[in-house]
């Protein structure tokens, strides 16, 4: 990754550890940009990033009722020159960050369907 975004996605991890129900009615800003989707709902955010190699990093960042980050993501990231994927889950919150991971010469596991979200103003003119 480089420098930029490694700087971009701390900037929002930090906003989002500072980040309370009652000043934000968001913890993140929606950024939809070519490989990169970051969506705010509430007191939670998805992030989807798709690399032009072809590895895709999804996540959802959830905070609970005692203000406590509860993060689940995956990572694919294909090896051609090996013919092999790593697949690469990971759950982290108050009681701990736990990985797993796969690496294989299997096809390629696909991410969880990315949500489908809808602006504010097509639910307006949708609830009439």
């Known amino acids: 990754m480089s420098r930029s975004f490694c700087a971009l996605l701390a900037i929002l991890i930090v906003n989002l550890a500072n980040a309370t129900p009652q000043n934000s009615p968001t913890i993140v800003p929606q950024i939809r940009t070519n490989g990169f989707q970051l969506e705010p709902l509430n007191q939670e955010y998805f992030l989807r ?3 032009p ?3 895709i990093r999804q996540e959802t960042v ?3 009722d ?3 980050l509860q993060v689940s993501g995956l990572i ?4 051609e020159d090996q013919g092999a994927n790593l697949v690469l889950t990971y759950e982290a919150g108050p009681n701990g960050y736990v ?7 299997s096809p390629p596991t696909p991410p969880p369907q ?3 979200f809808l602006s504010p103003g097509v639910l307006k003119t949708a609830a009439g």
């Open 114 to 116: 990315t949500p489908f």
């Open 76 to 79: 694919n990231q294909p090896f």
């Open 62 to 64: 959830k905070q609970n």
């Open 66 to 68: 005692a203000g406590h």
């Open 99 to 105: 990985a797993k991971y796969k690496f294989g010469k």
């Open 53 to 55: 190699g072809g590895a």
């Open 49 to 51: 990033i798709e690399h």
